[in-house]
Nanobody, 119 residues
Framework: QVQLVESGGGLVQAGGSPRLSCATSGLTFSNYAMGWFRQAPGKEREFVACISRSGGITYYAGAVKGRFTISRDNAVYLQMNSLKPEDTGVYYC???????????????WGQGTQVTVSS
C-alpha cells in the first residue's frame, strides 16, 4: 500500500524553526511531485508549498514565501522558519503527477502532523 508519513510536528513557540519530513513507501518517489498543505480548525485545507519531481521547480503560498523552504532527496521536507501563531494547523504531505497548488491534483496523502505555534 502507498503510505506517506509526516513527522516533525509538535508544540513550537512563535519564532521557532522546525522541519517537517515526509517519508513515502509503496510508490516510486522520483516519479511524483510533492506538496505540503495545511488545515487549521474550521478552515479549508490550503496550499503551502510544492516541489517538482526533480526538485528543480518550487512554488510557495504567499503566506509562507520567504519563511518556509521545501526540498527533497529521498524524502520531502518543509523547513519552517519564524513561525507565527497563524501557522498552526495539521500539515499534510501529498504526492501527485503534477506540480500544483491544488489538492485535487494529488492522489496520495499522509495522515498529517499537528503543528501548534504558541505565543
Amino acid at each position: 500500500q502507498v503510505q506517506l508519513v509526516e513527522s516533525g510536528g509538535g508544540l513550537v513557540q512563535a519564532g521557532g524553526s522546525p522541519r517537517l519530513s515526509c517519508a513515502t513507501s509503496g510508490l516510486t518517489f522520483s516519479n511524483y511531485a510533492m506538496g505540503w498543505f495545511r488545515q487549521a480548525p474550521g478552515k479549508e485545507r490550503e496550499f503551502v508549498a510544492c516541489i517538482s519531481r526533480s526538485g528543480g521547480i518550487t512554488y510557495y503560498a504567499g503566506a509562507v514565501k520567504g519563511r518556509f523552504t521545501i526540498s527533497r532527496d529521498n524524502a520531502v521536507y518543509l523547513q519552517m522558519n519564524s513561525l507565527k501563531p497563524e501557522d498552526t494547523g495539521v500539515y499534510y504531505c501529498a504526492a501527485g503527477f503534477l506540480t500544483s497548488q491544488h489538492p485535487a491534483q494529488y492522489g496520495y496523502w499522509g495522515q498529517g502532523t499537528q503543528v501548534t505555534v504558541s505565543s
